[in-house]
């Protein structure tokens, strides 16, 4: 053990992470739910807090589908999000007919990139013409594209797509002034008659991955930029229905933005929407999967022999592990700040044993990043976030009852209990109620808001991750604050910290089922019948709450190796 040699656990980031991500993603439901290709699998919309694993799962899709036939990438970045917004061409344009506009870039977008994506090689240096490739037949095909200026070369980015689509419309409501809601619904027409009858003549017997991130990007929050989110939303829900054996949307989007669109019938979308979580058990062994890669390890779990075994939290000894995830919410990046902070305490001091006083200098820094993080996340939905949260400055370990949350809250123009709701939202407070062992969190509970009876009988706790930013608030504000370290709140506050994490849980029979990938050119094979085949085999034998069914779809032989030493 003494020849570890102690690294930061690789980036929070997983744009950052590319090269090593496949070493150590850990698979699960929602990297299912985005790889297969099939009628039955509707998520298309992977919504989740900031660094809870989106990118991640995006980045490991095209990790393995290389062929460049297989993915097309759309960016953020690449639609120039500002850019487009404040375009001359689009500032020009009514509000009310933005929607028909942004739907229709949204379809074109997507088209003229799947046909580019499908037909055209992209050769370094070499300015391809759609005419190489489309048949001499293909009428329709060569109209669409030459009506908005895309025939003349293939190497046009998306930025410039966008341009010369917003060019094009700009024209036709300057030619046509006195008629411009008919002219752009022609033009809507048009490329959504195109996307229903023409298109399945491109893709018959292909299938396609269509990534979509980044959307947060530059977000402002104003009506345009949902208008354009929301249209996104329709048109891939749309597509999906067409051609949902041929191609799979993957769009990776915020929580907090998620939120502030108005979908007019949310009962429409949420059976396309996913919302990533994690448990314990999986934060436990990604974190050891990450050990095992960057220190070297055979098995990550050693390496918590670098850490002391237990701490003290809240008047209790607790296990290292536990101590970490309480003060996260349960998301891959607050966890490895956490330990790369840890481990940056014990580089400092030139020693090779994370200590408890490390730990504790760590926490100082990383509670006052993850706030700084929150306030970011959220800013444009709550504007007034900063201001109440430092209203419990010099008040992070102490339980928190209503009465006295009135006269915290009396200066505000919000009711208390809106602003406790809020709160709790955004995972700065969770609850507790006579019923329940645990404080309840937003990020690992099925309450959406703070229940009446929470707020008569019980009370409220600022999650753990952010008192000693409250500590040091105070002290920044000259308020009085007399809390020790370990105080009153001495029980579990989290609801499913026991997953995975029991020795002497009885094991479940394992089961590994492989499904090889379509040899390249070939028609697909439908793989996700026969894993819903074998899935409805295990459901109704008697056996099936023992069993543990873990498929590999399209595995290579590092995820057979990572398998294998997973269930050791």
Known sequence: MENIQIRHIGDSVAENEANNLQYYYLNNIFYEKASVISSENKELFFIGRTGSGK????????????????????????????????????????????????????????????????????????????????????????????????????????????????????DFVLNNADKADATLYEVFKYVLSFEKHELIKHIKHKYLYILVDDLDKNWSGKEE????????????????????????????????????????????VRPYVLE?????????????MRMELYWNLTWGKNAWKKFPETIRDGGQEISIYKFL?????????????????????TQNRGATYISVKDIRKAESIYSRQRLAALIDEWKFVYPD????????????????????????????????????????????????????????????????TVPSHAIEKGFVVV??????YLRQRAEELGEYSDEKHDDVIQFDDVVNEEVNESPNKKQKIRILAIFASSPKGDIPLDLSKEDRSLRECITLGHLRDAVDLDVKHAAKISDLRRSFLDNE
């Open 55 to 170: 990118s991640a799962i995006l980045e490991m899709l095209r990790r393995k589908q290389m062929d460049a036939k297989r993915v097309l990438s759309i960016t953020g970045e690449d639609l120039s999000t500002q850019m487009l917004l404040y375009h001359p061409d689009i500032t020009s344009i009514p509000l009310h007919l933005k929607p028909l506009v942004f739907k229709s870039l949204w379809k074109y977008i997507i088209i003229t990139n799947i046909l580019k994506t499908i037909y055209v090689d992209d050769e370094v240096g070499k300015d391809v013409k759609w005419l190489n490739y489309l048949a001499e037949g293909d009428k329709k095909s060569r109209a669409l594209l030459e009506q908005f200026d895309e025939l003349s070369t293939t190497k046009k980015t998306i930025t410039e797509q966008v341009i010369s689509f917003l060019k094009t419309i700009h």
């Open 225 to 268: 930029n949902i208008i354009l989110i929301r249209m996104l939303f329709e048109s891939i829900i749309e597509f999906s229905r067409n051609f949902s054996e041929s191609i799979k949307f993957v769009v990776a989007l915020r929580t907090d933005i998620f939120e502030q669109i108005d979908f007019h019938q949310i009962e429409k």
């Open 276 to 288: 990533i979580e994690w448990n314990y058990g999986e934060l436990l062994k990604l974190v050891q």
């Open 325 to 345: 995830v309480r003060r996260t919410m349960q998301r891959p990046r607050d966890i490895i700040s956490f330990i790369n902070l840890c481990i940056t305490e």
């Open 385 to 448: 976030l900063q201001n109440w949260i430092d209203l419990f400055a010099g008040k992070g370990y102490k339980k928190h009852y209503y009465l006295e949350l009135q006269g915290l809250f009396k200066q505000c123009s919000f009711r208390p209990k809106e602003i406790v709701d809020v709160l709790y939202k955004v995972g700065f407070l969770g609850f507790k109620i006579p019923e329940k062992k645990y404080i309840l969190y937003s990020y690992s509970s099925r309450y959406t």
């Open 463 to 468: 999650q753990k991750g952010f008192s000693l």
